[in-house]
């Protein structure tokens, strides 16, 4: 069971996201990172040893999840010795995850029958990486955005073992902490030496990985797994069979598949729309919600209101060259999708007036 879960060849991808803690989706990360320092302070023994807890679980059903994950003892990460570390850190900045563990409700027996395999509900304290998010879209498109940089807390769960780490949010894990007991192939790393430093290295398709833990923190490296080749997808609005009926639309097939469309031409209103509907080109203007440039002498707070105007611009620049009423906005879509007199969907209806 365990081996499913631990696919660590060095074959991978660019993550996008920090740990398995994380919450998700930064636009605008904090730039300029330290490297580790071999011969900084390493892994204390005491991590092997400290003692867990869980706020949910019960000791009823730990000892059916210890006897689960006994049989996977013998598919443990093996433990390595180099003399460098596994992957370029240069430029990475180390995220520092603060933890505490929660108070132990297993019992003695339960600890016992489990061993080393037992860990530990633990929370985290961390600051997230400053990102700016969507906080709100509305009905015509425009969006209003925040830059948010705010202490997370989050229950995980930690399991240390003499050669490896399994480290995950609760969320992705069975209700006691023993090893094998969390979903997501990232939560497990193998124990390696550098130096006289301690690092846990793990890899999955889209990361690699690297974690110093102590008693009460956890270092984490996180760079781009450069194996990692991304798939294209297609969205599913975007069937050919979406637009057969439109008789004023001509559609461009998708080089990668056929029944799908990535360009569609709408020749009474002399608009091509491409990008899965986020570029509109007219004669004279292009309108377009991608491509947005940073100015990097600009804070990271006003990257974030430039970024929302750069959106925001969008829905000008489309109702400027459809010629659209004041408050009239047009969207690709037909009447039945949106019911609400600012929209006007382009498809197969005319265009409203401001005051219908």
Known sequence: ????????????????????CDDDSNSFQAPEQDPPQVGTESSSSEATEISSSSQNSAASSSSQDVAESSSSEESVLQSSVSETLPFDTTGIRPQLIKYTIDPDTFSNETREKAGQFLGHFITTDEIVNPYCMVMHVYENGKIVTDYMGVRDVSNCVLVVREDSLMFSNIRNCRNVPIWGSCQNAEAYSRKIKVGDDEYYFGVSEKQLQLTQLTDSTMTIWIAANPSYEPKETTPS??????????????????KVDSSYVDTISIKKYGLTITDWGSTWIFENETCTTEDFVRDAARTPEEQCKDWENYRNSFVDCTARNMKTPKGVYPRLCRPSKIDHYTVWCILDSEMPTADE
């Open 1 to 20: 069971m365990l081996k499913k879960f631990l696919s660590f060849a060095l074959t991978g991808y660019v993550a996008l996201a920090l740990f398995a």
């Open 237 to 254: 609005t975007w069937k050919k069979s979406v637009f057969e009926k439109d008789t004023m639309v001509t559609s461009v097939a998708n």
